[in-house]
């Protein structure tokens, strides 16, 4: 069961990362922070708002799962 708040530790196992890029992430991506709050020195992370950050990550990432064919145009001799 995963619980409602998660530490930084458990955060990165759910989302099946190390803590240190966990951090890393934490420090670089402003969107990430507003999932999380601080109690103390130690970070907090809400899932609800980690489960939201995650699904607009993936949406910005999404590939298009159709194999390119190559063109004459973009074969180059």
Not at 30 to 43: E, H, P, V, Y
Not at 55 to 64: A, F, L, R
Request: aromatic letters at 10%; proline letters at 4%.
């Amino acid at each position: 069961m995963v619980k409602e708040v998660m530490t930084l530790r458990e955060a990165s196992q759910y989302l099946g990362i190390s803590p240190d890029t966990l951090y890393k992430y934490l420090s670089e991506d402003k969107s990430l922070q507003g999932t999380a709050f601080k109690l103390g020195n130690r970070w907090r992370f809400k899932k609800d708002l980690l489960d939201r950050w995650m699904e607009k990550k993936s949406e910005k990432t999404v590939v298009d799962p159709r194999p390119r064919r190559l063109s004459k145009s973009t074969i180059k001799a």
